[in-house]
């Protein structure tokens, strides 16, 4: 019967890349020397950019709050560093676009030491005021969307959240961050998983990890105490397992609607880097101010997983890592499968981003792109159920209105498709380009 | 035999009785349509552009049968049709001055620096979606040619620096362009109007230079050399007023170095096409 259930923690369709952890997963969690320039984008997570609170010329320390959420869907911004506040202006992003900042020049002879307190009192805290700390602690979903995590928090009246999932797939190849931190911090991965589940009101919490991270399924397991209701789920090595809705489908063989949230099924899922920063909050006092990294990839000569502080450019990442091999050619930031390739070295490293990647020649080399041939690999592939062939074919037409009845806005744009597709079609690309079209697009004055 | 019958029976009797019903119907609720919309509707050019600002052809038809427009403000239609379409509904044509689609931005390929390479599916909007298209400028035109693609009236075609030489005898002043482009470039200009803005960049100085060769620097020369209060700086770029200052002259353009305000007089980018490649 065991056996039987194993077998369908599984979702249906996705793909099986090649995983690449290799080259970093075995190597232990290290801290980038402080650098002398800092730039923290006000807008680093979905929804309404912070509000700077600090001006030029102003001092500020490690963990100090310098900007303000500007909504309900934002959150704080910390200064990484202790220094002085350079200037607030326009600097590039990782979408290119040139965005508001708050550019920190770093003091070269404080001791960054965070100038926290003991922690907060967390049990004390009714729950709008522990949504609030979470808020402007400016923690956001840490596996790459930096959806801000409070928001998440807020449960609507007559929804009861009954289980706290907690993503450790990390299921992008390359990527090792969850899984060193799941190895290194295992307490401060269950102590954080305890606060969000006491606050959430749930009745259990349970962890999802990929098969082939035995070594983290492990350590965990060793560290939970008899009696506690925390559970490790190991999960078929397959992408997107790291999908929520595909995780959800995997552990608790429930279905996500289309247009629902996970709360809507009584669940809510979090990143194992979202749980342990709240830890880190609530228990240490630190604000987001820093985050793990992992830069891989063929092209970067000693790969690692860091502490980055948030806001160091991509630059001293990988000066760090013994620059850039020659032939490198292109720069991820992300995964390889949902991460965006950046255009310059010089945008910071942001909540989001749980790598960078570097690739040389071999790797990037556009393949030629050939007629879609019908085979229907992308259908399959597809874990949402749509029908990526047909929307490529209406976005190269520029039909965009037409893709809304092939219910184009439920793609998350996993990639699966693109990699599935044997005639190199950058499917992926195109879904995106309708959807910004379908978002964007400047309707003529009348 | 008899039931053989019946059924062709029922079914005469059931055509008979609707077909009187319609026959009163078509005596007694009958609309009377003015037969010359008809005839201006096949005279309009029937694109149903929009630019005009009513839904399709018809409507304007209808509008026009009406006396609330003047048949120039169909800006597709060619002079004849609309002295056709004025003549035949004995109105006056009216004055509409003509538009074309002028783009703020002159930064093609050997101006506008790279700083990476973009692959991937040939088109604006899914460049721009890709760290903004591999053009340090942010702003500028990504010259992949969605503007091409979406014009009606083939009158937009990318020269061989990389941006879109608009045809301003077959340019109609349809939104089509307006609407493709991603960084929201093109505008709808009269064509007496000859100074003309193409840079969109919002930095000042050596900012905007580093990232492309003919950038607006927010010099300010062109303010001081025009008509007080025709031309004013607004976000490190200027903006010619018509309504507020004295008349424009070529004068306003001469000193600025990097070609960022034009005075045009039909195409822009004319000299383009045998351009030598620029400070890059």
Same mark, same amino acid.
């Given at each position: 019967?065991?056996?039987?259930?194993?077998?369908?923690?599984?979702?249906?369709?996705?793909?099986?890349?090649?995983?690449? #952890?290799?080259?970093?997963?075995?190597?232990?969690?290290?801290?980038?020397?402080?650098?002398?320039?800092?730039?923290? %984008?006000?807008?680093?997570?979905?929804?309404?950019?912070?509000?700077?609170?600090?001006?030029?010329?102003?001092?500020?320390?490690?963990?100090?709050?310098?900007?303000?959420?500007?909504?309900?869907?934002?959150?704080?911004?910390?200064?990484?560093?202790?220094?002085?506040?350079?200037?607030?202006?326009?600097?590039?992003?990782? !979408?290119?676009?040139?965005?508001?900042?708050?550019?920190?020049? $770093?003091?070269?002879?404080?001791?960054?030491?965070?100038?926290?307190?003991?922690?907060?009192?967390?049990? $004390?805290?009714?729950?709008?005021?522990?949504?609030?700390?979470?808020?402007?602690?400016?923690?956001?979903?840490?596996?790459?969307?930096?959806?801000?995590?409070?928001?998440?928090?807020?449960?609507? !009246?007559?929804?009861?959240?009954?289980?706290?999932?907690?993503?450790?797939?990390?299921?992008?190849?390359?990527?090792?961050?969850?899984?060193?931190?799941?190895?290194?911090?295992?307490?401060?991965?269950?102590?954080?998983?305890?606060?969000?589940?006491?606050?959430?009101?749930?009745?259990? +919490?349970?962890?999802?990890?990929?098969?082939? #991270?035995?070594?983290?399924? #492990?350590?965990?397991?060793?560290?939970?105490?008899?009696?506690?209701?925390?559970?490790?789920?190991?999960?078929?090595?397959?992408?997107?397992?790291?999908?929520?809705?595909?995780?959800?489908?995997?552990?608790?063989?429930?279905? &996500?609607?289309?247009?629902?949230?996970?709360? !809507?099924?009584?669940?809510?899922?979090?990143?194992?880097?979202?749980?342990?920063?709240?830890?880190?909050?609530?228990?240490?006092?630190?604000?987001?101010?820093?985050?793990? &990294?992992?830069?891989?990839?063929?092209?970067?000569?000693?790969?690692?997983?860091?502490? &980055? %502080?948030?806001?160091?450019?991509?630059?001293?990442?990988?000066?760090?890592?013994?620059?850039?091999?020659?032939?490198?050619?292109?720069?991820?930031?992300?995964?390889?499968?949902?991460?965006? %390739?950046?255009?310059?070295? !010089?945008?910071?490293?942001?909540?989001? *981003?749980?790598?960078?990647?570097?690739?040389?020649?071999?790797?990037?080399?556009?393949? #030629?792109?050939?007629? *879609?041939?019908?085979?229907?690999?992308?259908?399959?592939?597809? %874990?949402?159920?749509?029908?990526?062939?047909?929307?490529?074919?209406?976005?190269?037409?520029?039909?965009?209105?037409?893709?809304?009845?092939?219910?184009?806005?439920?793609?998350?744009?996993?990639?699966?498709?693109?990699?599935?597709?044997?005639?190199?079609?950058?499917?992926?690309?195109?879904?995106? +380009?309708?959807?910004?079209?379908?978002?964007?697009?400047?309707?003529?004055?009348? | 035999? =008899?039931?053989?019958?019946?059924?062709?029976?029922?079914?005469?009797?059931?055509?008979?009785?609707?077909?009187?019903?319609?026959?009163?119907?078509?005596?007694?609720?009958?609309?009377?349509?003015?037969?010359?919309?008809?005839?201006?509707?096949?005279?309009?050019?029937?694109?149903?552009?929009?630019?005009?600002?009513?839904?399709?052809?018809?409507?304007?038809?209808?509008?026009?049968?009406?006396?609330?427009?003047?048949?120039?403000?169909?800006?597709?239609?060619?002079?004849?049709?609309?002295?056709?379409?004025?003549?035949?509904?004995?109105?006056?044509?009216?004055?509409?001055?003509?538009?074309?689609?002028?783009?703020?931005? =002159?930064?093609?390929?050997?101006?506008?620096?790279?700083?990476?390479?973009?692959?991937?599916?040939?088109?604006?909007?899914?460049?721009?979606?890709? /760290?903004?298209?591999?053009?340090?400028?942010?702003?500028?035109?990504?010259?992949?040619?969605?503007?091409?693609?979406?014009?009606?009236?083939?009158?937009?075609?990318? =020269?061989?620096?990389?941006?879109?030489?608009?045809?301003?005898?077959?340019?109609?002043?349809?939104?089509?362009?307006?609407?493709?482009?991603?960084?929201?470039?093109?505008?709808?200009?009269?064509? /007496?109007?000859?100074?003309?803005?193409?840079? =969109?960049?919002?930095?000042?100085?050596?900012?905007?230079?580093?990232?492309? /060769?003919?950038?607006?620097?927010?010099?300010?020369?062109?303010?001081?050399?025009?008509?007080?209060?025709?031309?004013?700086?607004?976000?490190?770029?200027?903006?010619?007023?018509?309504?507020?200052?004295?008349?424009?002259?070529?004068?306003?353009?001469?000193?600025?170095?990097?070609?960022?305000?034009?005075?045009?007089?039909?195409?822009?980018?004319?000299?383009?096409?045998?351009?030598?490649?620029?400070?890059?």
């Amino acid at each position: 019967m065991r056996a039987f259930r194993r077998l369908r923690r599984n979702f249906e369709h996705g793909v099986h890349p090649a995983h690449f #952890k290799e080259q970093t997963a075995d190597l232990p969690i290290q801290r980038v020397p402080f650098g002398k320039d800092y730039v923290m %984008p006000l807008g680093q997570h979905i929804g309404v950019p912070a509000q700077a609170i600090v001006t030029a010329g102003e001092r500020v320390t490690r963990g100090q709050l310098i900007a303000e959420p500007g909504g309900f869907v934002s959150t704080g911004l910390h200064s990484p560093v202790t220094g002085t506040v350079r200037e607030i202006g326009d600097f590039r992003g990782v !979408d290119g676009r040139f965005a508001p900042a708050i550019a920190i020049e $770093a003091d070269a002879f404080a001791t960054q030491q965070v100038d926290a307190g003991d922690g907060i009192d967390w049990e $004390a805290l009714s729950l709008e005021e522990f949504i609030k700390a979470v808020q402007m602690a400016g923690i956001v979903g840490m596996g790459g969307a930096a959806f801000p995590a409070h928001v998440k928090l807020s449960v609507p !009246d007559g929804v009861t959240i009954r289980h706290l999932l907690i993503n450790g797939a990390e299921c992008e190849p390359y990527l090792t961050t969850d899984h060193r931190l799941m190895l290194e911090r295992p307490e401060a991965l269950l102590e954080g998983a305890e606060i969000m589940r006491q606050k959430l009101g749930a009745e259990e +919490t349970v962890i999802g990890i990929e098969a082939n #991270k035995p070594d983290a399924i #492990k350590i965990i397991q060793q560290h939970i105490a008899p009696g506690d209701p925390v559970r490790v789920v190991p999960l078929k090595v397959k992408y997107p397992q790291g999908a929520e809705k595909m995780m959800i489908k995997s552990v608790f063989n429930v279905e &996500v609607p289309a247009g629902q949230l996970p709360r !809507d099924v009584g669940v809510n899922v979090n990143n194992v880097g979202t749980i342990v920063a709240i830890a880190d909050y609530f228990l240490r006092g630190i604000p987001l101010i820093e985050r793990v &990294v992992t830069v891989a990839g063929p092209g970067v000569t000693y790969p690692a997983n860091l502490i &980055v %502080p948030l806001g160091t450019p991509v630059r001293d990442v990988v000066k760090f890592c013994g620059g850039l091999k020659p032939g490198t050619r292109e720069m991820i930031m992300g995964g390889p499968m949902m991460g965006r %390739p950046i255009a310059s070295l !010089d945008v910071p490293i942001l909540k989001g *981003c749980s790598g960078v990647l570097v690739f040389t020649e071999a790797e990037t080399a556009r393949r #030629k792109e050939y007629p *879609c041939i019908s085979c229907g690999r992308c259908l399959e592939a597809c %874990p949402y159920f749509l029908n990526p062939s047909r929307l490529a074919r209406l976005s190269k037409a520029r039909m965009f209105d037409e893709m809304k009845a092939y219910n184009v806005f439920d793609c998350v744009e996993c990639g699966c498709c693109t990699f599935a597709c044997p005639s190199n079609i950058p499917i992926v690309q195109l879904i995106r +380009t309708a959807k910004d079209d379908l978002t964007h697009r400047k309707e003529p004055d009348a | 035999m =008899n039931s053989l019958l019946v059924a062709p029976a029922i079914m005469v009797g059931i055509g008979l009785f609707f077909g009187t019903i319609l026959a009163i119907a078509q005596r007694f609720l009958k609309v009377d349509e003015d037969p010359r919309i008809e005839v201006t509707n096949e005279l309009l050019p029937g694109t149903n552009c929009g630019a005009c600002g009513q839904p399709g052809c018809l409507p304007f038809a209808e509008k026009l049968v009406a006396g609330t427009v003047d048949p120039s403000q169909c800006t597709v239609s060619t002079k004849e049709n609309i002295e056709q379409i004025a003549e035949f509904l004995e109105v006056d044509a009216g004055s509409q001055e003509k538009l074309v689609s002028r783009l703020r931005c =002159n930064g093609g390929g050997l101006q506008a620096h790279q700083i990476a390479e973009y692959q991937g599916f040939e088109g604006c909007r899914a460049a721009a979606m890709v /760290s903004g298209g591999g053009k340090g400028c942010s702003w500028g035109c990504l010259g992949l040619g969605d503007c091409e693609v979406a014009c009606t009236f083939d009158a937009i075609h990318m =020269n061989k620096n990389g941006l879109p030489q608009v045809d301003t005898e077959k340019c109609r002043a349809c939104p089509d362009c307006v609407a493709a482009c991603p960084r929201d470039l093109f505008e709808l200009v009269p064509l /007496s109007q000859n100074l003309f803005v193409q840079c =969109n960049i919002p930095l000042a100085g050596e900012a905007a230079t580093q990232l492309c /060769s003919v950038a607006c620097d927010a010099c300010g020369k062109c303010v001081a050399d025009a008509a007080p209060g025709l031309i004013r700086m607004e976000n490190n770029l200027p903006v010619i007023d018509y309504s507020a200052g004295g008349p424009a002259a070529p004068e306003a353009v001469f000193r600025c170095a990097t070609r960022s305000i034009v005075w045009l007089e039909g195409e822009q980018f004319q000299d383009q096409e045998s351009r030598k490649a620029g400070g890059v």
